[in-house]
């Protein structure tokens, strides 16, 4: 029987080098490749030059080939492009979803298709599995969540629906940087650290090894990035200072200046630059105008929001019918605005304002809705899709 053929994403770090040494055991023909983003990275910090050696060495230690891609052009184009354009419109960028969307789930996966891979394996933490017709399945671990019964139901009595859901360890669950995973995606990709927790197995299992990594810290903040001020890295890239404007509250009135709009979020409660005799937050950003409003926490809540460039993890044709049927009132699921924010309760349906555009409606209302950023939907644990923020409601 001919051994099935996987290209495991290695960033050098632990996860992917235990990924890595999973699959070898599980039997599978592994091909390492490290994909090379940028050149100008902090050390350990994804996609630099440096990682290449690191997961070469693992590769070497297990015995199967490993490879340098030079995806540098690609990574410029999709994801710092877009991250630098997203700022300067007065949104908050997510680039890591970008570069699973463009880099990992796509150009590399053409790759590994070009080289007679089956499958791509990563080290993130989300687990892949079925949904058979009629209830059951590997996903199940949401209380017998309905709308995953129906969804299951209309896939028919095949195994051939692919879920997406979270992780068993929750503080290293990564499913809301994985919606991009469609289910043609879905079927070509392996996230064999899903069940594992980080401390307690993949670090033991790094060590038993001897992998020089096992203690390696996990990345932070954005790899290309330098000590994570976007702010200094934008103006160096467009070799310019960003220009300076005014700090106002919500009734237009002056409070300050600010020394580039980009450096503010909303949300941001410290480092206004402003004194104020209470508490205020960032509630806006108007990069037309150059200003940044200041407000009350309670501008900060809003009931729901709307969302475009939406991607369907379940199957779209299953989801396009129950949102018809759902009409004005929609669909229950839960929502993650944040990638360390709990889901809360929502209903989900097509904005009656806009084509190509969704509306999330939030049981209770949200704080600190940030355009740009993700917005990702959930039955249970289950990975339904996603799509980028526009403006809150």
């Known amino acids: ?23 070898t055991q599980q039997g599978y023909d592994c091909l390492g490749a490290t994909m090379l983003l940028h050149g100008d990275a902090e050390p350990g910090a994804c996609g630099g030059g440096s990682d290449a050696d690191d997961a070469a060495a693992v590769a070497e230690r297990l015995g199967f080939p490993h490879e340098v891609i030079d995806m540098r052009a690609t990574f410029e184009r999709q994801v710092v492009e877009k991250f630098v354009r997203t700022y300067e419109a007065g949104r908050t960028p997510n680039p890591c979803i970008d570069c699973n969307r463009h880099l990992k789930f796509d150009a590399l996966l053409t790759h590994a298709r070009e080289h007679g891979c089956d499958f791509i394996a990563t080290g993130h933490y989300g687990r892949i599995g079925t949904l058979a017709g009629g209830g059951g399945g ?45 289910q043609e995606r879905l079927a070509r990709t392996l996230l064999p650290l899903g069940g594992l927790f980080k401390e307690r197995d993949v670090r033991r299992i790094a060590r038993e090894q001897g992998f020089e990594n096992a203690g390696k810290r996990d990345s932070q903040g954005i790899c290309f990035v330098p000590n994570n001020d976007f702010a200094t890295y934008i103006e160096r890239r467009n070799g310019a200072p960003l220009p300076e404007g005014d700090i106002v509250d919500t009734s237009g009135q002056v409070l300050g200046r600010h020394h580039g709009a980009i450096r503010y979020t909303v949300g941001q409660r410290k480092g206004l630059g402003v004194a104020c005799a209470h508490p205020v937050y960032v509630t806006g950003i108007d990069a037309a105008a150059n200003t940044v409003t200041l407000g009350e926490i309670e501008d900060l809540m809003a009931g729901g929001l709307v969302a475009n460039d939406w991607i369907w993890s379940t199957p779209t044709h299953i989801m396009e019918e129950l949102l018809d049927e759902g009409g004005e009132k929609g669909l229950p699921v839960s929502a993650k605005i944040r990638y360390r924010h709990p889901a809360r309760p929502a209903r989900l349906r097509r904005s009656p304002n806009a084509a190509g555009e969704m509306e999330l409606a939030f049981d209770e209302p949200e704080r600190g809705i940030a355009p740009g950023q993700a917005v990702v939907v959930y039955a249970g644990e289950v990975v339904l899709g996603g799509g980028t923020v526009v403006r809150a409601i």
């Open 1 to 23: 029987m001919t051994r099935k053929r996987v290209l495991v994403a290695m960033s050098g770090g632990v996860d992917s080098s235990v990924t890595a040494y999973l699959l």
């Open 138 to 182: 590997s996903m199940r671990r949401d209380g017998g969540c309905g709308l995953i019964d129906e969804i299951a139901a209309r896939a028919g009595a095949t195994n051939g629906l692919h879920a997406l859901s979270c992780a068993l360890d929750p503080s290293k669950d990564q499913s809301y940087v994985l919606y991009s995973l469609t």
